[in-house]
T-cell receptor, first 113, second 113 residues
Framework: AQSVSQHNHHVILSEAASLELGCNYS??????LFWYVQYPGQHLQLLLK??????LVKGIKGFEAEFIKSKFSFNLRKPSVQWSDTAEYFC???????????FGTGTKLQVIP | EAQVTQNPRYLITVTGKKLTVTCSQN?????MSWYRQDPGLGLRQIYY???????DKGDVPEGYKVSRKEKRNFPLILESPSPNQTSLYFC????????????FGPGTRLTVL
């Protein structure tokens, strides 16, 4: 069965600091990986996704993530955060060929001006 | 406007009183799904549907029912709600089955007394 771990539950950063949020999954086969974001009072929306090809994927608002197959990881990064990045971030995995989607427990990011 | 709608947005009910949360999408998506979000547990998939009359269990299906009689609608039914079903519920849809980007509704906050 697929599973996802997000080790950072709550992260507090100052504006302009760099961000890296960890995501590890467990599944031995082909996976599709996602990062979703939930801004306060808003719907969850897709930040970026990896299906195949270049393991470094770029998403909206300057976010990127790197798929490292050997480490079963898909960490989210942003070189310089802004106050508007304050949100909850969810990593999700879909094992290739199956229809279930498993989300991590989420990371709340608070950016201090 | 492409969207997923849920009704009601807020609901307070009592143990054992049957309720239905509706979900509708206007994007002609084949895949629809229900999640519940609980603090510290992230989003957990309840049920998903790959097309009309095709549904399957997610990770936490106990106590819930779904139906998919029309492509656009995917109601979530709680036949006999219990307090442990107090949660924030999200409906989502996707064009490409579970392996593609999901579009989320605004959420339904349910309290079972």
């Amino acid at each position: 069965a697929q599973s996802v771990s997000q080790h950072n539950h709550h992260v507090i950063l100052s504006e302009a600091a760099s961000l890296e949020l960890g995501c590890n999954y467990s599944y031995g086969g082909t996976v599709n990986l996602f990062w979703y974001v939930q801004y306060p009072g808003q719907h969850l929306q897709l930040l970026l996704k990896y299906f195949s090809g270049d393991p470094l994927v770029k998403g909206i608002k300057g976010f990127e993530a790197e798929f490292i197959k050997s480490k079963f990881s898909f960490n989210l990064r942003k070189p310089s955060v802004q106050w508007s990045d304050t949100a909850e971030y969810f990593c999700a995995v879909n094992a290739g060929g199956y229809q279930k989607v498993t989300f991590g427990t989420g990371t709340k990011l608070q950016v201090i001006p | 406007e492409a969207q997923v709608t849920q009704n009601p947005r807020y609901l307070i009910t009592v143990t054992g009183k049957k309720l239905t949360v509706t979900c509708s999408q206007n994007m002609n998506h084949e895949y629809m799904s229900w999640y519940r979000q609980d603090p510290g547990l992230g989003l957990r998939q309840i049920y998903y549907s790959m097309n009309v009359e095709v549904t399957d269990k997610g990770d936490v299906p106990e106590g819930y029912k779904v139906s998919r009689k029309e492509k656009r609608n995917f109601p979530l039914i709680l036949e006999s709600p219990s307090p442990n079903q107090t949660s924030l519920y999200f409906c989502a849809s996707s064009d490409g089955q579970g392996s593609d980007t999901q579009y989320f509704g605004p959420g339904t906050r349910l309290t079972v007394l």
